[in-house]
């Protein structure tokens, strides 16, 4: 998938070192776990997606690069079983590349691919209700909050997508 600024390509096995730059990074995962990813626990991480990455052709989590080809982040409209009907939509950016607009444009991307798949009605998103961009980002996209809730003694918000009534 690819806009005028991005384009994706699904994580493959050999990608780890590329995910591993970006979640071993503390100012990236401060409002997602609060601390940099050792090597173990990342390696762990990426051998889910990459799991979860075989269960559709398209949805899935994706290295996002900018038209240099530069690795800029992570996004990811996640399923956890074939038969879902709900995506889980999340990005995350290398510091370098905030405040510069791809929060916004990932999102924007994703949301039409989401809209693309006949299966999906509901997309969620959560974010640390501190993350003021990215709720920005989210609302502009038509989420809206559905709650507030502790993932793993972090504060979480949950927003919420409706793609088919």
Do not use: C
Request: aromatic share 10%; glycine share 6%; net charge negative.
């Amino acid at each position: 998938m690819m806009n005028k600024k991005v384009f994706f390509e699904k994580f493959t096995a050999n990608d780890f070192n590329p995910y591993f730059k970006l979640v071993s990074n503390y100012e990236v995962m401060k409002m997602i776990t609060e601390k940099g990813l050792t090597q173990e626990e990342a390696l762990k991480d990426f051998n889910k997606i990459i799991e979860a990455n075989s269960l559709h052709p398209i949805l899935g989590t994706y290295k996002v690069f900018n038209l240099a080809n530069d690795f800029v982040g992570l996004a990811k409209l996640e399923i956890k079983d074939i038969k879902d009907t709900e995506a889980e939509l999340g990005y995350m950016l290398l510091p370098n590349y905030w405040g510069i607009g791809l929060g916004s444009i990932i999102a924007e991307d994703l949301v039409e691919l989401a809209k693309e798949q006949k299966k999906l009605i509901k997309l969620t998103a959560i974010i640390d209700p501190t993350n003021i961009p990215s709720r920005k980002i989210l609302i502009k996209n038509n989420f809206n909050s559905k709650e507030f809730k502790d993932f793993d003694g972090l504060p979480g918000e949950i927003l919420e997508l409706e793609l088919k009534k």
